[in-house]
């Protein structure tokens, strides 16, 4: 009997043994291949079937993870996450005998090469994320094959050509991640299809043609974001129908046949973001948007705006940021608005009026405009300031001839004994500050909306900054979301010579990490010109803590030179964390080249001038007949003989 419940219990232990779950071994070979390709064996050591039970990769919080589906006793692999850990090389062919993958997450690696077009075989695949990657090429047709996508992302990469229209074919997809994957051209009409979406992030590509009216047919849409392309406006009235949207970013839009208004907003009550920077929008600002409940960032900056403030906005009860700045708007500001408000850029409009004293809590920006801050430092230099305005005629009785700073940071001097002044005063999402010696000032506009580590607008560093002697200069920075700009005040007329001083201090340039693959890019004017588009400090430099020195020459005729360093919504987003993009400044020095002669001086000067220039010219005209004189003399007296000698008898 002992012998027999022996073999028994042998027997239901073979049976057990011999009924686990196994993956199929074409799989688990393709599955270490891929592992080993990766050098991923120190984080993912496969002594086990990649599918037992209980697995610590196996969780949705694993890095690596590797999850099955089983049916009876076979296993497949359906999840592979590898997230953020610096794999590098190309996708191996292997990958493609995992048949039936259902989510791949490859974000946030460093792979290159091209995004294969066997990816089209994993026909099973619901959610695709090869995002923050280097891979170049095209993308491939092939991936119209995965028809039961749901998530698709390739942004932040280094890809070219055109949106193949097969995406078209995508038509359960509910999320489109294709910002800064470095794709132009038209989209295609195909995309029309694709009315299940919920989120599209587009911005930061060479997009071309008009902004596509068959957005208006997604109207599952939550969060739509298109910045920084070359797309034309007008925004489509048919954007109406848009009424599940949530967070709207629309920017930089090039000039098309027609402005765009904001008719299109009227039933958009759902949005808490809307962002429409610069995109040649007429007309007025919409009354109807204080009933909006959960409106909290409004920005309708750089368009064409006109009217009033409207009077409803002190009713919102949930904005916290508005940004109206360089528009045409008029009439006195409101000063019942402010109650809830964070911060308030209401910069470069004819607005007139006063800042109440009881919004010392409000951060706000009202240069260009003749509005009256009472709660303002430096009057002095408020008052410096309206000579932004080019209808002021200004002088200064003790001109200054040059500025420094060191660009949030303290007073620093240079090997040459330049002294930068200290700029390390904190600014908010809409502020202007000027300095004590009243030579300069700086503002700034925007806010990162989502940083997580809250609002900062100085970025430094403790590394070492190299390609100059003046390290310490480089370690800090302002940064800023839109806007940034430094004004010199009372400045002598003239020719000026302005360096910028660079070094990009958030971005690395390390090969070996996803860090490294950041584009901050942005533009510089000065005196309202533009000197930089699409400026790369670590392309330039060379790499990231890297000093480098932009010059320019700016002529100064009413007294104020005006540096202003905008975000034109290109370059990633949010790479090495969110809300890293905008323009960066290290320091500034504007010196004097030479002086000219202020023609506002009065008119008498003008008219002594002119009296000056007669009597030069009556002077000269008696000379001229004086010489023509005895020019004639002279020649009288040649005519005649002249004896030398008495005649002889």
Partial sequence: MAFLSFSFTVFWVFQIVSAQRKTV?????????????????????????????????????????????CVGTVCHITHLKIYALDIS????????????????????????????TEIGQLSKMEYLALGINNFTGSVPAALGNLTRLR?????????????????????????????????????????????????????????????PEFLATFTELKDLRVEGTNLEGPIPNSFSALTKLENLRIGDLSIGESDSSLDFLENLTSLSILSLRNCQIRGLVPQRLSTFPNLTFLDLSFNKLTGQIPASFKEFSSLKYLYLGSNNIN????????????????????????????????????????????????????????????????????????????????????????????????????????????????????????????????????????????????????????????????MENGVYRVELHFAEVVMDDDPASWKSLGRRLFDVYIQGERVLQDFNIVKEAGGSKRALIKTFDANVTNTLIDIHLMWAGKGTCCIPQQSTFGPLVSAIDVSQVSSYEDSSKGEGKRVGRIVGIVFGCVGGLVIACGVAYLWWTKKESGDKKIYTQAPKD
Avoid at 55 to 65: E, F, H, I, L, Y
Avoid at 89 to 116: A, K, R, Y
């Fill in 25 to 69: 071994p074409t799989e688990v070979d393709a599955i270490n291949k891929i592992i080993d390709h990766w050098n991923l064996r120190s984080k993912l050591n496969l002594s086990d079937d990649p599918c037992v039970e209980n697995a610590n990769w196996a969780p949705d919080s694993a890095n690596p993870r590797i999850d099955c589906d």
């Fill in 89 to 116: 090389g190309e996708i191996p062919q292997e990958l493609f005998l995992l048949t039936e993958l259902m989510d791949l997450n490859l974000n946030q690696n460093v792979l290159n090469g091209s995004i294969p």
């Fill in 151 to 211: 998530s698709l992302s390739f942004g932040s990469n280094n890809l070219q050509g055109t949106l193949p229209r097969e995406l078209g074919n995508l038509t359960l997809l509910d999320q489109l991640y294709i910002d800064s994957s470095g794709l132009s051209g038209p989209i295609p009409q195909e995309l029309s299809n694709l009315t299940s979406l919920q989120i599209i992030w587009m911005s930061d590509n060479g997009f071309t043609g008009k902004l």
């Fill in 331 to 490: 009439g006195v500001l409101p000063s019942d608005i402010g109650s809830k408000l964070i911060a308030l850029d209401v910069s470069f409009n004819p607005l007139t009026g006063n800042i109440p004293l009881d919004w010392s809590h409000v951060s706000i920006n009202t240069v260009g405009t003749s509005i009256n801050d009472v709660n303002l430092k430096n009057q002095k230099a408020s008052t410096m300031l309206q000579c932004l305005d080019q209808n002021t005629n200004c002088r200064n009785k003790a001109p200054s001839t040059s500025f420094a700073v060191n660009s949030g940071g303290p007073e620093q001097a240079d090997t040459n004994g330049a002294v930068y002044d200290d700029d390390s005063e904190k600014l908010g999402a809409a502020s202007l500050y000027t300095s004590s010696s009243n030579k300069w000032a700086v503002s700034s506009s925007g806010v990162f909306i989502s940083n997580i580590n809250g609002p900062i607008y100085i970025a430094q560093t403790d590394s070492q900054i190299t390609n100059t002697l003046d390290s310490e200069l480089y370690k800090t920075a302002r940064i800023a979301p839109a806007s940034l700009r430094y004004y010199g005040l009372g």
